[in-house]
């Protein structure tokens, strides 16, 4: 039950990023939420300041031309009835198919209303990378119909 709820919640957050869908986005978010990165802490605790940092990264993504994003290895574990931590390995891979960047993100999931939703994220070197306790599958595929 709990993969294929973080199966879903990824995959229509890839979707949203391909399409760079400022509100499906926002809807994998649940705020406040948290952005860690090595240069920065983002607290995003609106939708205009959610709305900014994602423009920033959506500008971002556009002007590396990134075709594809690539899910190296993903697991997660069940810390409670309504909090899940997932760990994502990802590559971005632009549209001359070279690795634009690659990295580890950790993601606090929270149940809220019935849907999971990212509260923090923490995206560090692939080497800070981690196996949790269950492997799920994200697969690269933005054209297709998500229901959730």
């Known amino acids: 039950m709990h993969k294929l709820a973080i199966e879903r919640l990824f995959q229509c957050y890839l979707k949203a990023f391909h399409q760079q869908n400022m ?9 406040p939420c948290t952005l860690h990165t090595p240069d920065k802490v983002v607290l995003i605790d609106s939708d205009k300041t959610f ?21 190296l290895k ?29 990295f580890s993100a950790f993601y606090h999931l929270a149940l809220n209303d019935g849907q999971w939703q990212i509260f923090n994220v923490v995206s560090q ?24």
């Open 23 to 31: 509100a499906d986005t926002r809807k994998c978010y649940q705020l």
């Open 51 to 71: 709305e900014r940092e994602f423009l920033d990264i959506f500008t971002v993504l556009s002007h590396a031309k990134i075709t594809r994003f690539v899910a």
């Open 74 to 102: 993903a697991s997660f574990s069940v810390l409670s009835e309504n909090l899940m931590l997932a760990c994502i390995d990802w590559q971005f891979i632009d549209s001359d198919e070279t690795v634009f960047t690659d």
């Open 125 to 148: 070197e692939l080497s800070q990378s981690i196996i949790l306790d269950n492997a799920f599958e994200i697969i690269d595929t933005p054209l297709i119909n998500i229901t959730q």
